[in-house]
């Protein structure tokens, strides 16, 4: 059987292994139970959404903007990115139902807002922190997070490991230094990192090789640490454009130092920082990405229901005309499925799971179908649609949808690799359990 089953690497177990299921796992069992929804009490002000939004909402561009520096203070000291984490250190810890609706909220009235905001209330230096930190790096750099004195980014990406994320990542070696004290020496290379142009918080995934064993424990592999901006070598000098989608991002580079213990978590934590990615992936693909593909859609099909019930073309209104009530239908279809798939995931997190699939769905689902939804908005809207300006509403969701559809792992790979490949031996109650004793050569199970 071994010579017959794909070869699954270390990387790829630790994904299977990762996070929890719920609903997936139930769908297998025939026997869907929904999960409870609870009630929860509002912790954020409308007001200071709103206030934001007209004091910045119509910034084309949050960078390159000669108001960058402006705006992203006001955002951090108005408590935008203080929402996943713990009131301990001054955050608002939000949730799930909740961040979600804000992002949705903020990315419909401004798409670069949105996910200036989205990222440090996603995977990155908050959550890492939250969750793996030691309590001496949480009481320093969660409190400075939470009220915008920090900004942070999360370096993973490079120029050949994309959506294979752990494939040739920067790979650093464990030394010691003249003290007696271990650092890793690593050059790396990031790019289409979100926020590396104005973070002066940079979270880093590289691999660690350990060749003379001077860990206790010997560990080797993908390793979580963090720097602050101006780290002897560290680089932020370049930023890609992103279909002037207006949001900064761009590369991390440089020869690096780095001590043990700017490892999160410390030196226990080296080599297991895949494990720790996959555990806190939830909240990216799961609640931020789907926002924002609920604010595109709630926005295309509201404003386009409103154009083709007043614009008239052959003496007739559009939403009197069979082909463009089909649009409409299509949108009002695929905008629902987006509403209702995010009030179970939100439901779900808001239950305490960790679901790896069903966060992928989640992104996968709802950006492929913001997308066909903006597709069907474009359409009606015909030539307004094409023309830049200020009657054109769409534009900027449509510029930002294949950005979407790419970050955190490509669609193409989410659909196929991790939903069926991953879901299926994840959330079928037989098959791991199969194949783990194949792997490990157990003939009595």
């Known amino acids: 059987i071994k010579s017959i089953i794909p070869k699954i690497s270390d990387t790829e177990l630790i994904a299977l292994k990762s996070g929890t299921t719920s609903v997936d796992r139930d769908i297998f069992l025939g026997k869907v139970r929904y999960p409870e929804k609870k009630l929860l009490n509002s912790k954020i002000s409308q007001k200071s959404i709103d206030d934001l939004l007209d004091k910045y909402g119509n910034e084309t561009s949050i960078y390159p903007n000669e108001k960058s520096n402006e705006i992203l203070s006001y955002i951090g000291k108005s408590g935008f990115l203080s929402y996943i984490i713990d009131e301990k250190y001054n955050g608002s810890n939000l949730s799930v139902q909740e961040l979600s609706s804000v992002l949705c909220k903020i990315a419909s009235y401004s798409p670069p807002l949105g996910i200036a905001i989205m990222v440090p209330n996603s995977l990155g230096p908050g959550e890492l922190l939250q969750h793996y930190g030691n309590e001496e790096q949480k009481s320093y750099y969660l409190p400075k997070l939470a009220n915008g004195d920090f900004i942070p980014c999360f370096g993973l990406t490079g120029p050949n490991n994309g959506s294979d994320a752990t494939g040739s990542i920067d790979e ?30 940079i ?60 490892v999160i978590g410390g030196e226990k934590n080296v080599g297991i920082g895949w494990k720790m990615l996959m555990e806190c992936l939830a909240a990216g693909r799961g609640i931020c990405l789907p926002a924002t593909a609920k604010a595109s859609s709630n926005t295309a099909f509201v404003g386009m229901w409103q154009y083709a019930k007043h614009r008239k073309q052959f003496k007739l209104p559009l939403i009197k005309m069979e082909g463009v009530q089909d649009k409409l239908v299509n949108m009002l279809y695929n905008t629902w499925t987006i509403h209702c798939g995010i009030d179970m995931m ?40 094409i023309c830049l300006g200020e009657n054109n509403f769409l534009e900027k969701f449509y510029r930002s949808a294949p950005i979407g559809i790419t970050v955190e792992g490509s669609n193409v790979l989410t659909r196929n690799l991790i939903i ?26």
């Open 172 to 201: 650093g070696v464990i030394k010691c230094n003249s003290n007696g004290e271990l650092e890793i020496h690593v050059s790396i290379n990031k790019r289409y990192i979100t926020l590396a142009p104005v973070a002066n918080l």
């Open 203 to 262: 979270g880093l995934a590289v691999r660690v090789k350990d060749p003379n064993n001077l860990l206790k424990e010997g560990v080797e592999g993908v390793t979580v640490a963090l720097l602050e901006k101006g780290h002897p070598g560290l680089q932020q000098l370049t930023h890609h454009n992103p279909l002037n989608a207006g949001f900064p991002n761009g590369t991390l580079k440089g020869d690096l130092v780095i001590p043990i213990t700017k």
């Open 346 to 385: 939100n439901t779900i997190l808001d239950n305490g799971e960790k679901p790896a699939v069903l966060s992928a769905i989640m992104k996968q689902q709802t950006t492929d179908r913001a997308r066909e939804v903006l597709n069907d908005g474009m359409d009606i809207h015909g030539g307004s649609a």
């Open 420 to 445: 069926f490949g991953q879901g299926l031996n994840k959330s079928h109650p037989h098959i791991f359990p199969i194949l783990e004793t194949i792997l490990q050569d157990n003939s009595d199970e």
